[in-house]
């Protein structure tokens, strides 16, 4: 989504395709290790013509497009200075490393936020705030979006506005193993040993396919090292 060039569409097209991606990403989350409750029949987004919002005295959630790597702080200065409400989810994931399995914490929607408010009182002073670029928007439509969609948000968020996703490691699942001396290697879980928090897993090496026990947070899931 950063850096993202849209082809040459008409606006109708342009906004299909932003939204395509935005929801594509929001099923992902919710079909993952960790289900953020949203059901399909929830309708994720809107456009509406910058007339009929001059017109509506109703509080809106807005897409808005931040600087590179300023979600954050755009967000902060929208409640700190305007009073806005602002919600800029982060995602909390473990990738492997050479210095083994280290957390991480990542926009989930890279170069966005989203801000509730009335848009003919405020979108101007929104639209100037420092760390924004602009209100998501094609041509004379701008992008709304459901609210139930950021309740559920926040619902998984917390106060902290983060997503952790830790996946519990399952028999029969492929991983990759972040520390020791088979460190780099993939491998497949044979059994788990919670009470010793070690697991069990079969791997190639030097050309024999061997069985090893490691301790369970010297692996990660496949999937989750090729975030």
Same mark, same amino acid.
């Given at each position: 989504?950063?850096?993202?060039r849209w082809?040459?569409?008409?606006?109708?097209?342009?906004?299909?395709?932003?939204?395509?991606?935005?929801?594509?990403?929001?099923?992902k989350?919710?079909n993952?290790?960790?289900?953020?409750?949203?059901?399909?029949?929830?309708?994720?987004?809107?456009t509406?013509?910058?007339?009929?919002l001059?017109?509506?005295?109703?509080?809106?959630?807005?897409?808005?497009?931040?600087q590179?790597?300023?979600?954050h702080?755009?967000?902060?200065?929208?409640?700190?200075? @305007?009073?806005?409400d602002?919600?800029?989810?982060?995602?909390?994931?473990?990738?492997?490393?050479?210095?083994g399995?280290?957390?991480?914490?990542?926009?989930?929607?890279?170069?966005?936020?989203?801000?509730?408010?009335?848009?003919?009182?405020?979108?101007?002073?929104?639209?100037?705030?420092?760390?924004?670029?602009?209100l998501?928007?094609?041509?004379?439509?701008i992008?709304?979006?459901?609210?139930?969609?950021?309740?559920l948000?926040?619902?998984?968020?917390?106060?902290?506005?983060?997503v952790?996703?830790?996946?519990?490691?399952?028999?029969?699942?492929?991983?990759?193993?972040?520390?020791?001396?088979?460190?780099?290697?993939?491998?497949?879980?044979?059994?788990?040993?919670?009470?010793?928090?070690?697991i069990r897993?079969?791997?190639?090496?030097?050309?024999?396919?061997?069985?090893?026990?490691?301790?369970?947070?010297?692996? @990660?899931? @496949?999937?989750?090292?090729?975030?």
């Open positions: 989504m950063p850096g993202r082809p040459r569409l008409s606006h109708r097209g342009q906004a299909m395709a932003f939204f395509q991606h935005l929801p594509s990403e929001l099923w989350l919710n993952g290790t960790t289900p953020l409750g949203l059901r399909s029949s929830i309708p994720f987004s809107m509406q013509s910058s007339a009929q001059a017109a509506n005295e109703s509080p809106l959630w807005f897409c808005l497009k931040t590179p790597k300023h979600e702080i755009a967000a902060t200065t929208l409640r700190r200075h @305007l009073n806005i602002c919600f800029a989810p982060r995602v909390r994931f473990k990738k492997a490393t050479r210095r399995a280290v957390w991480f914490v990542e926009p989930m929607f890279p170069g966005y936020v989203f801000a509730e408010f009335v848009y003919p009182a405020h979108h101007r002073r929104v639209q100037h705030s420092p760390g924004i670029q602009c998501v928007h094609f041509g004379d439509y992008a709304t979006l459901a609210p139930e969609v950021v309740t948000l926040r619902e998984k968020a917390g106060d902290e506005e983060i952790t996703f830790d996946p519990e490691i399952q028999v029969g699942q492929p991983v990759q193993i972040t520390e020791g001396p088979f460190q780099g290697l993939e491998a497949l879980v044979t059994r788990l040993l919670p009470a010793r928090e070690r897993v079969l791997l190639e090496f030097l050309g024999r396919t061997v069985e090893t026990e490691i301790p369970a947070p010297q692996v @990660l899931p @496949l999937t989750q090292v090729r975030h």
